[in-house]
Nanobody
Framework: QVQLLESGGGLVQAGGSLRLSCVAS??????????MGWYRQAPGKQRELDAT???????NYADSVKDRFTISRDNAKNTVNLQMTSLKPDDTAVYYC??????????WGQGTQVTVSS
């Protein structure tokens, strides 16, 4: 069973930055071949995509975070990061790390809270 552990959330003022990290407890070969992603869920709303990165480095971003958020991965450390800049109060949510393996197993972390004050 793969476990994903997020970190880096917190309270930040509007316009500020945060860097989220997620470490996957799995083998390097499984992590390296998996698609990783970051999602958010605000109170009363459905979980929605922020960004994904495939094993080949292809990225996909939600329109709302393009040019503000950057996803990256370090396959040597089984880590995926989300650099968030120009944060807005609307970015306040619980952020979740997700992993899809080549055999279509899907895993989620427990989430990390990001609160952006105005």
């Amino acid at each position: 069973q793969v476990q994903l552990l997020e970190s880096g959330g917190g309270l930040v003022q509007a316009g500020g930055s945060l860097r989220l990290s997620c470490v996957a407890s799995t083998t390097r070969s499984i992590f390296r071949t998996s698609t990783m992603g970051w999602y958010r869920q605000a109170p009363g709303k459905q979980r929605e995509l922020d960004a994904t990165m495939t094993s080949t480095g292809d990225t996909n971003y939600a329109d709302s975070v393009k040019d503000r958020f950057t996803i990256s991965r370090d396959n040597a450390k089984n880590t995926v990061n989300l650099q968030m800049t120009s944060l807005k109060p609307d970015d306040t949510a619980v952020y979740y790390c997700s992993m899809w393996t080549v055999i279509r197993n899907n895993y989620w972390g427990q989430g990390t809270q990001v609160t952006v004050s105005s």
